[in-house]
């Protein structure tokens, strides 16, 4: 065979393992995920159900509800998400364009008040790009947080 055969062939079994299925994506993203959280004492579980909705539930040690409750495990917001496949539109030169990667729009959730404080899950409600995704480990991220076009905003989560 010649070299141009090759190369052809090379390209073509390249793009072919790189072309991801939203439903592939979607059947790893589905289950509960701990959030490596650094702005508050608690913790956040995210769960992603096969029916396109995200709960997330919150443990803040010592902190109440605006009704008095503990916030032990409370399921605080609930949005939907959904998955397109995406060009990667940056990198090198011999990525760029090239590959294919999963991207996750995230949309209905609210401003979580509680006693003393609050936390805005409405930052959330944009395009993350699921930059690494297996059956332990996932990481979004984002350059539009607040609705605002910026820097890289980045999530990282263990599966539970």
């Not at 159900?49 to 010592?62: H, N, R, W």
């Not at 902190?63 to 399921?75: L, R």
């Amino acid at each position: 065979m010649s070299l141009k055969t090759h190369l052809s062939l090379f390209c073509l079994v390249v793009l072919l393992y790189s072309c991801q299925k939203a439903a592939s994506v979607e059947a790893k993203m589905t289950g509960k995920w701990e959030r490596v959280v650094f702005n508050h004492n608690g913790s956040e579980q995210w769960i992603f159900t096969s029916d396109s909705k995200i709960y997330i539930m919150l443990t803040l040690p010592g902190a109440q509800t605006q009704s008095g409750a503990n916030i032990d495990g409370d399921t605080v917001c609930v949005g939907s998400f959904a998955i397109k496949i995406t060009h990667r539109t940056d990198g090198t030169f011999l990525n760029k364009n090239m590959f294919k990667v999963p991207a996750i729009t995230i949309s209905g959730f609210t401003n979580y008040k509680y006693s003393g404080s609050n936390l805005d899950f409405t930052a959330y409600n944009t395009e993350w790009q699921v930059f690494k995704l297996n059956t332990k480990v996932m990481i979004l991220t984002t350059e539009m947080y607040n609705g605002i076009h910026g820097g890289l905003e980045e999530r990282e989560f263990y599966k539970k």
